[in-house]
């Protein structure tokens, strides 16, 4: 950006220093460092001396043993984000909103900015008693915001479904989900927060099983998606693994386009034999799906006793109280 061709005197008259300091800032006005932000690597300039003195993390990169001479990388923070966060440090001024509170929290964390971060904290406690609770248990649970995640959860404890409502439910973390989950004090039900909330997508939903007698098993019913999606994000794979771990069955199945609770899929029939174990894989699921808890750990399917374990193939949350398969299916 070109300084502008002004007198001296005229842009700094009857300014106060804050607006002093964001007037160079702006005009580029004796900058000595770049910043290449965002995907784009965006040229943003500024004082080294004005960054060192409000953050810790600048005084180390530009006064340390190793001080930093080229143009820094800061591919993590997008450009509006790293812009806010640089008139903060020159004017000691602002803007902070439930859109973008998290972003400038990650910057303030990364930079070491206290006060940004309290002040981050402070709008959260407005939203921990309404019904965008979710977004203050979210935030809080990712920056380890203790007071504030009990504040948020106490809400959401008493307006569960109101909480739920909110368009930021469905981008709730697997973690954030089992923390509403094992609360005492829950307004709805467990089966509610789960078909509000969804599944965490993509890697590896795996379970163990063992029958104590020969038996064939011929289909498995699935969670499906929470909402809408795209046919290229139907597919998925589904594998079952003999006790050697060798695949003995596998199939590419796909999602139902629209919110659908389960399906049902089916396939020629594969032997499970008595007292050994097979793994049963959902692998790349893409999308949010709703989920099942307080599962079975077994059950009778045609006078024999099938057994569900852990699997050490599990990338995902699934395991024998929770996840991604609704059932079984099992033939004579």
């Avoid at 032997?271 to 692998?283: E, H, N, R, V």
């Amino acid at each position: 950006m070109a300084v502008q061709n002004k007198d001296f005197s005229e842009w700094m008259e009857n300014k106060t220093l804050p607006e002093c300091m964001i007037y160079m800032l702006k005009n580029e006005i004796l900058c000595d460092v770049t910043f290449l932000v965002g995907e784009d690597c965006k040229p943003i300039k500024a004082h080294r001396y004005m960054l060192c003195s409000r953050s810790p993390v600048f005084h180390t990169m530009f006064q340390g043993s190793m001080p930093e001479t080229n143009n820094i990388n800061v591919p993590d923070i997008d450009e509006n984000t790293f812009d806010l966060v640089l008139k903060y440090i020159y004017s000691d001024e602002i803007q902070i909103t439930n859109e973008n509170v998290r972003d400038i929290l990650y910057a303030a964390e990364k930079y070491m900015l206290s006060r940004v971060k309290q002040k981050c904290s402070d709008l959260l406690k407005k939203t921990a008693c309404s019904s965008d609770a979710v977004v203050a248990l979210s935030t809080a649970t990712q920056f380890h915001l203790e007071v504030l995640q009990r504040e948020s959860l106490q809400f959401i404890e008493s307006n569960t479904n109101a909480c739920l409502a909110s368009v930021h439910a469905n981008t709730l973390s697997k973690e954030c989900v089992e923390i509403i989950l094992q609360s005492e004090y829950l307004s709805c039900t467990e089966t509610d927060i789960s078909r509000r909330s969804g599944w965490t997508a993509c890697g590896v939903d795996a379970l163990d099983i063992e029958s104590d007698k020969n038996i064939w098993t011929n289909g498995v019913v699935v969670f499906g998606p929470t909402g809408e999606i795209s046919s290229n994000h139907r597919s998925f794979e589904f594998e079952i693994l003999n006790e050697k771990n060798m695949c003995i069955y596998s199939s590419i199945l796909n999602l139902p386009t629209e919110a659908t609770l389960s399906k049902k899929y089916t396939f020629g029939p594969v032997l499970i034999k008595a007292k050994k174990s097979y793994t049963l894989l959902l692998k790349d699921i893409k999308v949010k799906t709703y989920y099942g808890v307080d599962c079975k750990t077994s059950f009778t399917a045609n006078d024999a006793t099938v057994t569900v374990k852990n699997s050490t193939m599990c990338t995902k949350g699934t395991n024998t109280e929770q996840g991604q398969f609704a059932g079984f299916l099992f033939i004579s």
